[in-house]
Structure formats: structure tokens, C-alpha cells
């Protein structure tokens, strides 16, 4: 059974930074695309970033272009996201998210997103 188990997240004030950690179990991580998504209060989840299995390219939402940075380390099975200049609309809880089919997945940046770990919050305030 796949597993997600993210960390790193907290508070922050604007312009600082964080990095969070998804660790996964239970699939090789070769094989998926991973992703990080964030869900703010009363708003959908949406993609932030994810990280190809096959090249290693990144994607990135516009919002967060240039301030955040996803990187993935294969040996260890964890998956980063680098925020830098933090802002407050930027807070949200995180999720890390893993490539799969499901009927409630998130299409985004040409995959389906359909595993999920439990999230992590991010709060970004002075």
C-alpha cells in the first residue's frame, strides 16, 4: 500500500522560509510522478509543483514560480519543497501526492494525482 508522510511545515513570516519532506513507502519511487498540492480554507486544492519520474523536470504553478523549488532524492524515497519569500497568501495545508488513477484523482500537468498523504499546514503570518 502506498504511503505519503509529509513534514516541515508551521509558521512563518512573510518573506521567509520553509522545506518540506514527503517520505513514501510502499512503491518504488522511479516509477510515479510525485506532486505537492495545497488547499487553503473554503478554496479546491490545487497543484503547486510536481517532478517527473522519467527526467526529472519540474512544473510549477505561477503563483509560486521562482520562490519555491521541488527536488526529489530516490535513495531515500522523499520528495522536497524548497519556499522561499514566503508570502501570506500562501498559506494552506500541503499535500504530497503520487501518480495514480483513481476516481477522484487530480489531473494536473498531465498526470493523475490520486495518492495522497495527510498534509502538513503551512501559515504564513507577521
Known amino acids: 500500500e502506498v504511503q505519503l508522510v509529509e513534514s516541515g511545515g508551521g509558521l512563518v513570516q512573510p518573506g521567509g522560509s520553509l522545506r518540506l519532506s514527503c517520505a513514501a513507502s510502499g512503491f518504488t519511487f522511479d516509477d510515479p510522478a510525485i506532486g505537492w498540492f495545497r488547499q487553503a480554507p473554503g478554496k479546491e486544492r490545487e497543484g503547486v509543483s510536481c517532478?517527473?519520474?522519467?527526467?526529472?523536470?519540474?512544473y510549477y504553478a505561477d503563483s509560486v514560480k521562482g520562490r519555491f523549488t521541488i527536488s526529489r532524492d530516490n535513495a531515500k524515497n522523499t520528495v522536497y519543497l524548497q519556499m522561499d519569500s514566503l508570502k501570506p497568501e500562501d498559506t494552506a495545508v500541503y499535500y504530497c501526492?503520487?501518480?495514480?488513477?483513481?476516481?477522484?484523482?487530480?489531473?494536473?500537468?498531465?498526470?493523475?494525482?490520486?495518492?495522497w498523504g495527510q498534509g502538513t499546514q503551512v501559515t504564513v503570518s507577521s
Open positions: 517532478i517527473s519520474s522519467r527526467d526529472g523536470s519540474t
Open positions: 501526492a503520487a501518480e495514480k488513477t483513481t476516481s477522484d484523482s487530480i489531473f494536473w500537468k498531465g498526470w493523475y494525482f490520486g495518492s
